[in-house]
């Protein structure tokens, strides 16, 4: 699968063909590297293993050598959930979460799911308003779902997108 880039990106990047690949563990220090960047309380070299060795659904979204960003999903029964999705800062507000979000959606058709599910953090209403624009729409919540800092929880919200 190819994309180009949106304008506001470098003319080296929109030189590059962009694909995507899945994760292997020679990658699994660059994906650190933006994961560690992106968030307050990021996924540790573990969890991406625990993943990996799990059988999940790691793709990385590259251009050239450059790491836009990944998701991590699993499949159930009629359904997939997205464990993780990541743009790189540095290319963040270009497009690329929609790539990412329609690469996903066709895995998970392409295994049979019907829905696909999230978790995103109640405060980060960025993301939220990335998914709706997608077609995810607010199910429900989870109390006290994610880290905070000093000790502290912080709600989900739950959404979903029919397939």
Sequence with gaps: M?????????????????????????????LLDVEFSAYSHPW???????????GYECQLLMAGDHLLGYFVAMLGVDEAHLLNI??????QRQGWARV????????????GAQWLWLEVRASNLRAQQVYEAHGFRRVGERKRYYPAGHGQREDAVVMSLPL
């Design 86 to 91: 990541t743009v790189a800062p540095a290319y």
């Design 44 to 54: 540790t070299r573990g969890n991406f293993t625990d993943a990996l060795t799990a």
């Design 2 to 30: 190819s994309a180009r880039p949106s304008s506001a990106a470098t003319a080296a990047e929109n030189a590059l063909e962009v694909r995507f690949e899945k994760l292997t563990p020679e990658y699994l220090d660059a």
């Design 100 to 111: 990412l979000l329609d690469a996903l959606a066709l895995w998970a058709r392409g295994r």
